[in-house]
């Protein structure tokens, strides 16, 4: 597939993020009015579906279309905190559509997880865009979809099966980044790879990486934990109308 120069990429990526938009906008409605069960069945296991064909889609261009890829243990395994928010809104989707009875804590710290991942980090990457291996149009594509799928999930979570974040919510995912960067790290370590950019920041202009390696992962830690209580406040908001009305 023809190589794209990184003005068409940026190009091709803000077309789908603004109609990604508008898909956010229509869910969040179509799980606000939509009662019956279902029609929300339906639309759960499409979204399920439409994600893992991202996912085969995002292999299949690297490992056989993009011919300036080369797949690597070092850039390729689903170890950055986006992909981890992917599989976690996924997993939430599942089982809010299937009705399965699992442990409710642990359907919460999934959702609270998903939740801060996508509006978190999945939304900042689609706002500062990071291009390293990104080659041709179906690789920005699939980049856009592994950040926009994150928050289309949680979404239709919350406005479709009234899934809430709530204070618990916020250490639960603070503890669950704080916790999963040890093990990554040990890969990075011993691949000398750089997932959840550990090792040094993304090629990005972003406001979030404060100074080298080091100190940027301290500015992290406050700006994410900050972030999270911000991401709480929506929530907050609602139950004191709530309690007015």
Not at 91 to 102: L, Y
Not at 116 to 140: C, E, K, R, S, Y
Not at 184 to 196: C, D, E, I, R
Not at 202 to 217: A, Q, R, T
Request: with cysteine; proline share 3%.
């Amino acid at each position: 597939m023809k190589t794209l120069s990184p003005e068409q990429l940026y190009m091709h990526h803000d077309q789908l993020a603004a109609l990604m938009v508008v898909l956010w906008i229509i869910i969040s409605y179509l799980g606000y009015k939509i009662q019956d069960l279902k029609h929300k069945q339906y639309i759960s296991y499409s979204l399920i579906a439409f994600a893992l064909l991202q996912e085969i889609l995002d292999y299949t261009n690297r490992i056989f279309l993009d011919e300036a890829y080369v797949l690597s243990l070092r850039t390729d395994l689903p170890l950055h905190f986006c992909q981890f928010g992917f599989y976690f809104s996924l997993f939430g989707v599942f089982v809010a559509a299937s009705n399965r009875n699992i442990n409710p804590k642990i359907e919460q710290f999934i959702f609270d997880c998903a939740y801060v991942l996508g509006l978190a980090g999945a939304l900042q990457a689609m706002i500062t865009v990071d291009l390293t291996g990104i080659n041709n149009q179906i690789g920005i594509y699939a980049l856009n979809w592994q950040h926009s799928l994150i928050i289309l999930n949680v979404l239709w979570l919350v406005f479709a099966y009234k899934k809430r974040f709530t204070v618990s919510g916020i250490f639960n995912a603070f503890i669950f980044i704080n916790v999963i960067i040890w093990p990554v790290g040990l890969v990075n370590y011993f691949l000398g790879s750089n997932y959840m950019f550990v090792c040094q920041p993304p090629n990005v202009d972003s406001s979030f990486f404060i100074g080298e390696w080091p100190y940027y992962l301290f500015w992290l830690e406050l700006i994410y934990f900050l972030y999270i209580v911000i991401l709480y406040l929506p929530f907050k908001i609602i139950d004191l109308i709530s309690k007015k009305t």
